[in-house]
Each structure stands twice: as structure tokens, then as C-alpha cells.
């Protein structure tokens, strides 16, 4: 994996925020600790945003093409089980279903669907070696 050059978060979260795309939010939680959040502005949806869910939905319904990078986001979307807050208005299990087909014949859906599982995968076995680990030291 690549990492960022130093300060290199810093300087594109400030220019997001000063294209407006988000804000900065910086407050206290508990009167202690500092938290910084970021936060799309205000009554806005980046571009971005918009333009592949509109793909997305259009592959979906059937009424735009596949690309492949409409593929692995079908994939990331099904794989996290986040179909139904980003279309709430579209029947479920037509998305499920559709998003399914979508990314079997997409290698990079099939990537994305990879590097997902493998994350979850190595969620639970840091949780079951934690639990374990306090189970035994108790």
C-alpha cells in the first residue's frame, strides 16, 4: 500500500473545503477530547457523488450501460449491504438481484468483492483473537 506524503490529507481536505464540497468541523466531545469532522456542506451532494449513483442507477434499472468501474461499484455497494440507504426508493430485491448480476462478469467487481470479504475476514479474526485473549488472561 502507498501512503500520502506528509501533509498531503491536510492540504486536499482544506481544498475541498474551499471549493465547498465540504466543511470543517471542529469540537470538543465531553469537553476533553478534540474531534474534527468533515462533513459535505451544507444542501450539497458532490458531483461525483451524484454522477455514480445516477450510473449506478442506470445499470440497475437497466436503462444504461455496465462500465467497469460501475461494476466495482455495484460490488462495493452490495458487498457492504449499503443498496438500501443509497436507494431507498428502488425495490430491494431488484437491486440485490441486479447488483449481483452486474458484478459477476466484472473482474474488478470480483476484486472489489474480494478486498471486501477479505477485510471482514480479518475483522472477525481480530475480534475472535481479542476475545479469546481476554477469555484466557482472565
Do not use: C, H, N
Not at 13 to 19: C, D, G, Q, S
Not at 49 to 72: D, N, Q, S
Not at 83 to 111: C, H, N, Q, S, T
Not at 122 to 131: K, L, P, S
Amino acid at each position: 500500500m502507498k501512503w500520502f506524503a506528509k501533509g498531503t490529507q491536510r492540504r486536499v481536505i482544506e481544498r475541498l473545503a474551499a471549493a465547498g464540497v465540504l466543511r470543517i468541523e471542529r469540537t470538543r466531545v465531553l469537553g476533553i477530547f478534540a474531534r474534527t469532522r468533515y462533513p459535505a456542506a451544507f444542501g450539497t451532494e458532490p458531483v461525483a457523488r451524484t454522477e455514480a449513483r445516477e450510473k449506478l442507477r442506470a445499470a440497475i434499472l437497466g436503462t444504461g450501460p455496465v462500465l467497469p468501474r460501475t461494476a466495482a461499484l455495484g460490488a462495493l455497494v452490495a458487498s457492504t449491504e449499503l443498496d438500501r440507504k443509497i436507494f431507498p426508493d428502488l425495490e430491494r430485491r431488484l437491486v440485490r438481484a441486479r447488483l449481483k448480476e452486474i458484478g459477476e462478469g466484472d473482474w474488478a467487481a470480483a476484486a472489489v468483492r474480494k478486498a471486501i470479504q477479505d477485510v471482514q475476514a480479518a475483522i472477525m479474526a481480530g475480534t475472535v483473537a481479542a476475545t479469546t485473549a481476554a477469555v484466557v488472561s482472565s
